[in-house]
């Protein structure tokens, strides 16, 4: 997960789905669907150090030429 210092509206994404995390359900209050987020994250960044997805990071598809990097990203 990545946070970016600025927007990037109107840019082109390329993004690769590796997992599924949980189902789609109902919160009974803010605070819960608040807390299910943040383990959501933290459960997505320990599968992101899978080295299954690792590798990705260096496939050809995300590499994006010095000329187009923004944000220093």
């Known amino acids: 997960m990545h946070t970016f210092k600025e927007d990037f509206?109107?840019?082109?994404?390329k993004v690769a789905i590796v997992g599924?995390?949980?189902?789609?359900?109902?919160f009974d209050s803010l605070e819960s669907l608040i807390s299910a987020i943040q383990g959501d994250i933290e459960e997505a960044k320990?599968?992101?150090d899978l080295p299954e997805?690792?590798?990705l990071k260096e496939d050809k598809?995300?590499?994006?030429?010095k000329s187009?990097?923004?944000n220093g990203h």
């Open 53 to 55: 997805h690792l590798k």
């Open 46 to 48: 320990k599968r992101l």
């Open 68 to 70: 187009k990097i923004m």
């Open 20 to 26: 599924y995390l949980r189902p789609e359900k109902n």
């Open 9 to 13: 509206y109107g840019e082109i994404l």
């Open 61 to 65: 598809f995300f590499q994006i030429p």
